[in-house]
């Protein structure tokens, strides 16, 4: 417990189970996005967006991101009759690139290699919840060798809600058999603070991630740190 004495003290014991997010917690994943995505919209003739651009979509998974997507490269997309076609084409075209170079240019933020494994030497079981589709969360963590620490991986496409709905959180409290007071949700974005809320979990937020251009602080998570390695 020593090792993770921060935690300890401020959650007034060590969580039996911490929920992680993955984009913007965990791993800096957008330039990544934004490659598939420009590749995508390039398979089907449309103009590209910006890296900047898809930090501030990033989030809400994958079906949001295309939809956004397009409303910026196709002018009047929103009154498109044949919209839900076009998003349902790039969708699929964005998934099929990004799976298939899910880690060119993602890298594990600093302090979260450490903060997992001291998590996991402190008998702390984890689970990964994603709005990420699964296969590609999968893929990704698999790549920063981060896979194995992780008991559970949810996905947006996993259960039919994803956060903000608490759904995905009150899930792995039931697999890991734990109460809500015993857990605890560290993600960037109010999607990870509202789904935590909603479920009676403690949230430790991070501010170097995707939040929609948010500050953070304005979703008043129950702590807020610069690092996972100020836990340690």
């Not at 979703?219 to 807020?224: E, G, M, N």
Request: hydrophobic share 50%.
């Amino acid at each position: 417990m020593s090792t993770l004495k921060p935690l300890a003290d401020w959650f007034g014991e060590l969580p039996q189970v911490i929920l992680m997010d993955l984009d913007g917690t965990l791993v800096d994943s957008a330039a990544d996005i934004a490659l598939s995505l420009n590749r995508a919209l390039a398979d089907l003739g449309l103009g590209s967006v910006s890296e900047a651009q898809v930090r501030d979509w990033v989030g809400r998974g994958a079906a949001r991101l295309i939809e956004v997507a397009l409303q910026h490269v196709v002018p009047h997309h929103a009154q498109d009759p044949q919209k839900h076609a076009v998003e349902a084409r790039l969708l699929a075209a964005f998934m099929a690139r990004y799976q298939d170079a899910v880690c060119e240019a993602s890298t594990v933020y600093p302090g979260v290699a450490e903060f997992v494994a001291a998590a996991r030497g402190a008998g702390i079981r984890l689970a990964c919840v994603t709005n990420k589709p699964y296969r590609p969360a999968v893929a990704l963590l698999e790549a920063l060798n981060l896979l194995d620490a992780f008991e559970l991986v949810i996905g947006g496409d996993t259960l039919v809600h994803k956060k903000p709905h608490p759904e995905p959180l009150l899930h792995c409290l039931r697999h890991f058999q734990v109460s809500a007071a015993q857990a605890l949700m560290v993600g960037d974005s109010r999607n990870d603070v509202d789904a935590a809320r909603a479920a009676g979990i403690k949230s430790l937020a991070l501010p170097y991630g995707y939040n929609h251009g948010e500050p953070i602080e304005a979703c008043a998570p129950d702590r807020l740190v610069a690092s996972l390695a100020e836990l340690i």
